[in-house]
């Protein structure tokens, strides 16, 4: 895959003005990313410039401190690893703004391809949540779980091989991954505010807020539903009608919905986030990459590939 980039060593200390800062390619609730060129190199960049301002107003510290240190986690094995995520070359700040210098993608994100083809060729879905396996095994065995993963999340670089972005509700957990977040020292349940996205939240980070790698897993299994069908499977007016029918597992699959796809989803949308298929996985997902529906993938040559056209 190309990501010059991607190849790069970290830089060392830069500053603002190492950069010429170019259109805005994206803005989010608390920053704006800006295309940039490195001036010593010529490389393009995406640099996110969040103003401390605003993110002390927002109350935005935790994520954005959460944010840093998972992409430098990430960033620091992405030579060894998986190379399906953004990266972080560097950050710095001046008086007013934190800067994030990031892999630029330069195909936007999935949710905008899904949109514009309103359901992707069973080929297209399943090279695309092959990389998401792929990349999302790697992160779980870094203990690293995203919490909120959606196709907006999910960014394409210059061949339309995946980078998974936002790693602001991220959680590290303690090694061994695979372990169900249990107890602190104290003895009471280690709890978090709800996080991520209504339409793709597990029933366990409903009922008792607690998250762990499967929770991703039944992520994964929405936007594979999502990418063969077009709409996420479950959908309702307000959040609340969401949650309940997340609650209740009620959605179903429409008539023609491929036989393969339907059997691995449903493996991954289980209520018990230990029946998930690859929750009782250690040191890997071996029971989801073997399932049917990878018949014809090679996980360890996926990012040599060419991307099937997302139509
Ligand atoms: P929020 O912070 O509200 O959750 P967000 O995560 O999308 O939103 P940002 O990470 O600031 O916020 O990204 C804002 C937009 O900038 C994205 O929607 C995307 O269009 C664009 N963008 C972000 N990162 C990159 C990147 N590495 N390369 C190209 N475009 C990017």
């Known amino acids: 895959m190309d990501s010059e980039a991607n190849n790069q060593s ?12 170019g ?12 295309l940039a060129k490195d001036i010593q190199s010529g490389k393009e960049f995406a640099i996110k410039v969040c103003e401390k301002r605003h993110i002390l107003r927002e109350k935005k510290q935790q994520y954005v401190k959460r944010e840093k240190e998972v992409l430098m986690l990430l960033s620091k094995h992405a030579k060894t ?3 399906f995520f953004v990266r972080l070359f560097c950050t710095f700040q001046d008086h007013s703004s934190l800067y994030f ?21 069973e080929d297209v879905a399943r090279f695309y949540t092959a990389e ?3 990349a999302v095994e790697h992160m779980h065995l870094l203990g690293v779980i995203h ?3 959606k196709p ?10 995946i980078l998974i972005t936002d790693f602001g509700s991220a959680k590290i957990i303690p090694q061994p991954p695979f372990l169900p977040e249990t107890e602190n020292s104290d003895g009471t349940a280690r709890r978090s505010s709800f996080v991520g996205t209504a339409q793709y939240v597990s029933p366990e980070i409903l009922t008792d807020k607690r998250s762990s790698p499967a929770s991703d897993l039944w992520a994964i299994g929405c936007i594979l539903y999502q990418m063969l069908d077009g709409n996420p499977p479950f959908q309702a007016r307000s959040e609340y009608a969401i949650f309940q029918k997340i609650l209740k597992l009620e959605f179903q699959y429409p008539p023609l919905f491929p036989s393969v796809a339907q059997d691995f989803i449903s493996k991954l949308l289980v209520i018990d986030s230990k029946e998930r ?7 890997g997902y071996p029971s989801i990459k073997n399932h049917r529906f990878f018949e014809s993938i090679d996980f360890d040559t996926l990012h040599l590939k060419t991307p099937p056209r997302p139509t």
Not at 10 to 21: A, L, T, Y
Not at 23 to 34: H, K
């Open 10 to 21: 970290i830089v060392p200390k830069k500053e603002p003005n190492d950069f010429i800062f």
């Open 23 to 34: 259109r805005v390619l994206g803005e989010g609730s608390f920053s704006t990313v800006y």
């Open 81 to 83: 690893s998986a190379p």
């Open 101 to 121: 210098v990031l892999t630029r993608a330069t195909n936007g994100d999935l949710l905008t391809y899904l949109q514009k083809a309103e359901k992707f060729e």
């Open 132 to 134: 998401l396996v792929h």
């Open 147 to 149: 919490r909120d993963l």
């Open 152 to 161: 907006e999340n999910i960014l394409l670089d210059t061949h339309r091989h």
């Open 277 to 283: 298929l690859g929750a009782q996985d250690f040191g």
